[in-house]
């Protein structure tokens, strides 16, 4: 079985740091690209940013410039450094992954449950 564990959550003054991890363990034989997602309430589930298995990344435009994605492929686990926290950045962040089980012959995504970040003004 699969897990996706997202950990670094928590509540931050506006204009502090938080940094998210996310830790893909079980039978997995290949990531794919991975990323983080997040989701205010009443609103739809957005992504954040994305990365490559080789390392390539992409941003929303609304955390662009403050928030940065890596990966450690070793240790099946993605960073999200997240900086200059707005109120607008207060939402659940999920983790995901497209990957390949030891029995798979596809890819598939798999999810974190998701960890909250609560930013204060």
């Known amino acids: 079985q699969v897990q996706l564990v997202e950990s670094g959550g928590g509540l931050v003054q506006a204009g502090g740091s938080l940094r998210l991890s996310c830790t893909a363990s079980?039978?997995?034989?290949?990531?794919?690209?991975m990323g983080w997602y997040r989701q205010a309430p009443g609103k739809q589930r957005e992504l954040v940013a994305g990365?490559?298995?080789?390392?390539?990344?992409n941003y929303s435009d609304s955390v662009k410039g403050r928030f940065t994605i890596s990966r450690d492929n070793a240790k099946n686990t993605v960073y999200l450094q997240m900086n200059s926290l707005k109120p607008e950045d207060t939402a659940v962040y999920y983790c995901n992954a497209g990957l390949r089980t030891a029995w798979a012959k596809a890819f598939y995504e798999y999810w974190g449950q998701g960890t909250q970040v609560t930013v204060s003004s």
């Open positions: 990365i490559t298995s080789s390392g390539i990344t």
């Open positions: 079980g039978s997995i034989a290949s990531i794919n690209a």
